[in-house]
């Protein structure tokens, strides 16, 4: 199947797509979801090759895939588990059967219990041993922190609860650097973890305990904890009425939506929380329901696949035009390259075309006076997923909106127009003349015909967000059904958490470094001599 597609790539491969965009393409390679716009005309892909990709969703039979995913079978083969996070925001509580379970009336318990205690947080009916809550530490790491802290950046403009701050890294940094803004008195820590093992998270809640047994009589009780695993939050000393449970078929970074949203419902009240859940519904409905040509999902995946598996290029640049989607690309980078990048297929023969891509980026304007000087002029091309809001919260500033607005479609403009070695020649007609006119003139041309793509809508509401999460989950969802991996598990961070068990106590000095390689023997020698032990 691959082969046509690449036929075809080769055929059009020199082709300037620019000379095929007229108003027709605009629209027909186009397509909305309610009030959100995918525009994928500055591409090169053309009518033949869209109806080649589109046989790729056929063959590897996405639509039943789909729907396999929704029905709550086991599609997560490797782990034996379904793929549930579109139950979470199942607002109107249809059933969805797990080996004939329907699993929506215990969602929509949690989603109330969290509902409760978020509200009881923020009108002070839940309080701290000195007073009203007035900051939420969450700690987690991967998906049991991305998601929040990306989704609480977000949404900033909707804030009216208390402040939220996000503990990852098992570098004591980043904890101490927390928790001196806060008062132990009145902070609420959410242990988030899905597994309650994850070193990092467990190693910043016992420190975060600690430092809290230092003011507080009773420590647990300004505990809440967010995991699937009850009998470790018993453990661990967090009373039942503040642990939010959720199920093994909801994979660590699809986890938002559910109990692992927790410090965002604080932030934002559960009535915008709903909202957000109501965007990525939304979605989930469109990605069942639209013919693949609107499908906003199936074409975002499908423009991923053409520039990757098709044309070879390795990586994609994420770059909102919205400054509150600042951490997307961090998001994203786990949500795509822990979920698609991999090597192997479902049945274990080995993938014939490259797995997902490398997945970076900042917001612009920022990216512009950063790295953009190697998307323009660089040798690699590199796709680009631009996003952009017709409107900003600011209101008193729109004039700054539409500066930034400006910037976004300029980028995608220049990288598909480039610049000729004539149009410099004459930029700088009147600068130089003869042989340095042309040397100079050369370092001013700018390729073009450099493909991107644009999310365009309203104003990022709630509501907004999650239609732009889910579409990105579903977009990872059909490229890895495409690819014919398991997009839900993550054997690949095994490895390296094993070696880091083995090595704490090599580090410590409480172990020799014999068996290691010489490198890694080197490099714990030279952190011992300046005093890591
Ligand atoms: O929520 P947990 O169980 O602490 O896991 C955190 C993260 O660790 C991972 O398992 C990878 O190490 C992610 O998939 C997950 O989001």
Redesign the pocket.
């Known amino acids: 199947m691959w082969g046509k597609l690449k036929a075809h790539h080769a055929k059009v491969a020199d082709r300037r797509f620019e000379t095929m965009l007229d108003a027709d393409r605009a629209a027909d390679f186009s397509a909305q979801a309610g009030d959100m716009l995918f525009d994928y005309a500055k591409t090169n892909i053309d009518a033949e090759g869209r109806a080649l990709l589109f046989d790729l969703l056929n063959v590897a039979e996405v639509a039943a895939k789909r729907d396999q995913m929704f029905a709550g079978q086991a599609i997560n083969e490797t782990e034996g588990r379904a793929v549930l996070h579109t139950a979470l925001r199942n607002l109107d509580g249809d059933p969805v059967l797990v080996e004939q379970r329907d699993v929506m009336p215990g969602v929509l318990d949690t989603l109330s219990r969290m509902e409760g205690f978020a509200d009881a947080v923020r009108d002070g009916t839940f309080a701290g041993q000195g007073g009203k809550i007035t900051d939420v530490v969450n700690i ?7 998601g929040p802290a990306m989704a609480v950046k977000a949404l900033a403009p909707y804030h009216d609860g208390p402040r939220c701050h996000f503990v990852s890294n098992v570098d004591p940094a980043d904890i101490a650097g927390v928790l001196r803004q806060c008062d132990p008195a009145t902070t609420l820590v959410i242990v ?7 070193i ?2 467990m190693t910043n809640a016992r420190t975060a305990q600690a430092w809290m047994g230092d003011t507080v009589t009773d420590t647990g009780a300004q505990f809440a904890a967010l ?2 695993a009850q009998d470790k939050t018993a453990d661990f000393g967090i009373d039942t009425s503040r642990v939010f449970g959720f199920e093994d078929w909801v ?3 699809y ?1 938002l939506w559910g109990p ?1 949203g927790l410090s965002l419902m604080i932030a934002i009240g559960p009535q915008a929380f709903r909202a957000f859940l109501r965007g990525g519904q939304a979605m989930d409905t469109h990605f069942r329901n639209a013919k693949w040509d609107e499908n906003l999902p199936a074409l975002l995946a499908l423009v991923g696949i053409w520039h990757n598996q098709v044309c070879g290029y390795a990586t994609r640049a994420v770059l909102p035009y919205d400054n509150l989607l600042s951490r997307l690309p961090a998001y994203l980078q ?1 949500l795509e390259m ?1 979920s698609n990048g991999k090597g192997v297929c479902m049945d274990g023969a080995g993938l014939d075309v490259q797995s997902g891509p490398v997945v970076w980026g900042e917001p612009g304007t920022n990216g512009q006076h950063a790295f953009y000087q190697l998307i323009h002029q660089g040798t690699r091309v590199i796709p680009c997923e631009f996003l952009v809001a017709a409107r900003g919260h600011e209101d008193d500033l729109h004039h700054q909106h539409q500066l930034l607005v400006a910037n976004c479609l300029a980028q995608s403009e220049a990288l598909m127009r480039g610049r000729t070695l004539d149009e410099a020649r004459v930029k700088i007609a009147d600068k130089f003349s003869g042989a340095e006119l042309e040397r100079q003139a050369k370092h001013r041309v700018f390729p073009g015909n450099r493909p991107s793509v644009t999310i365009a809508y309203p104003q990022l509401d709630p509501f907004m967000l999650g239609q732009i999460i889910a579409l990105y989950e579903h977009r990872v969802f059909v490229e890895g059904v495409v690819l014919g991996i398991n997009s839900y598990d ?1 054997w690949g ?2 490895l390296g ?1 094993e070696l880091a068990t083995a090595l704490q106590p090599v580090v410590e000095g409480h172990e020799g470094t014999d068996g290691k390689d010489g490198s890694t023997a080197a490099l714990v020698g030279y952190l011992q001599q300046n005093g890591v032990s």
Do not use: H, N
């Open positions: 987690g790491i991967g998906g049991s922190d991305l988030a973890s899905k597994t309650f093992t994850t990092e998270t995991s699937t994979g660590g970074r986890s692992i786990q822990e993550q961070v095994e958490k």
